[in-house]
């Protein structure tokens, strides 16, 4: 229950803070917390805190990306919103990152709940992500900001999301 109302509280702040640009953000929250609550058993953290810490990076790169480019002022308006300031942009992927790095100890330590936040970064930070950034990219018939990193962070998220849904290894 104290999870739920975690995913709640960063659904809503997502919104607050981002508005509706942001919506499928939430969506993925939502998917990513249904796919945790069915699965009683995860994979050891030594096979997931690898690449869980090299798409916190590919992450890291990718806020870098999108900020130089403008991201920020770009992508609001494709969904009729006004553009983000560079603070308020800034201060939401940073307090995300936060995020990311307590979920990589809670990783460590065998946390569940720190799967859930593995899981909710392979699929809204990657996949969803370089997936959107691919699809902006076509909608502009060429680039678009964070469109680099973010096939990037496709291929990373894809990887990840494999590790944490994929519980046995098979035998040689």
């Not at 702040?13 to 509706?20: E, K, S, V």
């Not at 916190?56 to 992508?75: D, K, N, P, W």
């Not at 553009?83 to 936060?98: E, H, I, K, M």
């Amino acid at each position: 229950m104290l999870t739920g109302l975690a995913v709640a509280a960063a659904s809503a702040f997502t919104l607050a803070m981002m508005g509706r640009a942001a919506g499928l953000l939430v969506v993925a929250m939502g998917v990513a917390y249904a796919v945790w609550l069915g699965r009683a058993e995860w994979p050891p953290a030594t096979r997931v805190i690898p690449v869980y810490a090299v798409a916190v990076l590919v992450q890291c790169a990718h806020l870098a990306e999108e900020y130089s480019t403008g991201f920020h002022r770009a992508f609001p308006p494709v969904f009729g919103a006004e553009p983000w300031s560079g603070s308020r942009f800034l201060v939401f992927n940073f307090v995300w990152l936060a995020v990311f790095a307590m979920a990589g100890v809670g990783l460590g330590r065998g946390k569940r709940a720190a799967y859930l936040v593995a899981l909710f970064l392979a699929v809204g930070g990657g996949i969803g992500n370089g997936l959107g950034h691919l699809a902006l990219a076509a909608r502009a018939d060429g680039y678009f900001p964070g469109a680099y990193t973010g096939a990037l962070a496709l291929l990373v998220g894809g990887i990840l999301a494999y590790r944490l849904l994929r519980t046995s290894i098979p035998v040689a």
